[in-house]
């Protein structure tokens, strides 16, 4: 019992000397992040999808932070900034005990909370992680609509690798376990990440560009590192980036079923149906590029996009300017 306070002592400690470590770092800066990823205050997408709407300028009186999920609640409430935005990018309904105090998606602690689900409240706005993968922040409608022209309708020809993983560590089901001990009898898999890694190369050849080293493959392991069913992160994206086919697990076997096209992805199951048509496409060019110029995105995707921007910039605005009147 006593160590276990110990730990949790130290533990709390580390997370309030890291906010106030952020926050002698955010001094003299307008836009301040707290239980964040690592960003740079400087270049990130936030701040340079604020100052694309010129929010930086005309609402220069505020001070505002950001939050995610990777320390305690109670900082929020410490926190003295005019605007308080929090943003969950993670699957707080893991059972992870950080992350699981942010189920209750604190409404009340922040002017603004952006998530993965699909719920109803005056100051949530649905705004998956995914978003920031594959569009810029100063993307226009124009840029929006292009972008997702380009991903749909991509010419894939002359992958000769058979398939490539990129992560840290296993998912808490295995799956990434599972999926490559499974398909390795097909063919060789790199696993480039530190999970299971034997090559440098996406480090010594492509300095990390995950994109253009994923350009050699035919088929990128891509598991969410849980199931949710709203929950669908970058690992997808990039694998349609690349032009890939997605051998994909998560969101329920169902991701963003508005957004992209579910019969351009392999959804992970362990069964004789699933590698022999893994076993087909890798095998057979033609079936390949068949399969891999299928439109990767839905008819009415780039519209669906464009309105969850249209949304966060319009809650910005009605955000900022009930604040300069307060």
Known sequence: ???????????????LSRYYRNQRQAAGYRVKFFNFWNVDLTDNWVTKFLKSRDFYDEFRELDISFFSVFGPKYLISLNRSDVKI??????????????????????????????????????????????IYMFEPDST??????????????????????AVHVSRQDDELKMRSEIINTLSTIDKIDCAGSFLKN??????????????????YKFNICPENSDNQYYVTEKLIHSIMAGCIPIYWGANGNPEPEIFNQDAIIHWKKDRKTINKIKKLHSSNHEFEKFAQQPRLKPGAADKIIEIFQKFENKLIQIFENNLRM
């Open 1 to 15: 019992m006593i160590k276990r306070i110990q730990n949790r002592l130290r533990q709390e400690i580390k997370f």
């Open 86 to 131: 929090l943003f969950i990018g993670e699957n707080v309904f893991r059972e992870i005990d950080l992350y699981m105090k942010y189920r209750d998606l604190p409404f009340n602690k922040v002017d603004l909370t952006l998530g993965f689900r699909n719920l109803s409240s005056p100051n949530y706005l649905r705004f998956p992680l995914w978003l």
């Open 141 to 162: 409608n124009d840029d929006i609509r292009k972008r997702c022209e380009d991903l749909t309708w991509q010419k894939i020809t002359n992958r000769k690798r058979f």
């Open 199 to 216: 090559t440098n190369e996406l480090q010594n050849e492509y300095y990390d560009n995950k994109i253009e080293y994923l350009k050699n």
